[in-house]
């Protein structure tokens, strides 16, 4: 199993980023997604997770109404950021396992990806 996310880099106080997750060997289908995000020297917290049909979605409370999550039918999930604030500067992680926010309900998980807000 291989979850390759991408998309993050340096970004404005109030600005975008979109990240993409690009799973393989897992059937993608069968499988709620998440983003959980680890800024430097605390611990890994989730951001979002969606339901394996991409019909549910649940947020964290300090990302709502800013993020979205959502999935295509192939094998991708995203993360759509907007206000974006110093304080979400984090390394962003996607994970593949259950509809819930617990870091121990996901079971694969890609390498991170960095985004950095800027003030």
């Known amino acids: 199993v291989q979850l390759q996310a991408s998309g993050g880099g340096l970004v404005q106080a109030g600005g975008s980023v979109r990240l993409s997750c690009a799973a393989s060997?897992?059937?993608?289908?069968?499988?709620?997604m998440g983003w959980f995000r680890q800024a430097p020297g605390k611990r890994r917290v989730f951001v979002a997770t969606?339901?394996?049909?991409?019909?549910?979605t649940y947020y964290a409370d300090f990302v709502k109404g800013r993020f979205t999550i959502s999935r295509d039918n192939v094998n991708t999930v995203y993360l759509q950021m907007n206000g974006l604030k110093p304080e979400d500067t984090a390394l962003y992680y996607c994970?593949?396992?259950?509809?819930?926010?617990?870091?121990?309900?996901?079971?694969?998980w890609g390498q991170g990806t960095l985004v950095t807000v800027s003030s």
């Open positions: 994970a593949a396992g259950r509809y819930a926010d617990m870091p121990t309900s996901y079971d694969n």
């Open positions: 969606i339901s394996r049909s991409g019909s549910n």
């Open positions: 060997g897992l059937t993608f289908s069968a499988y709620p």
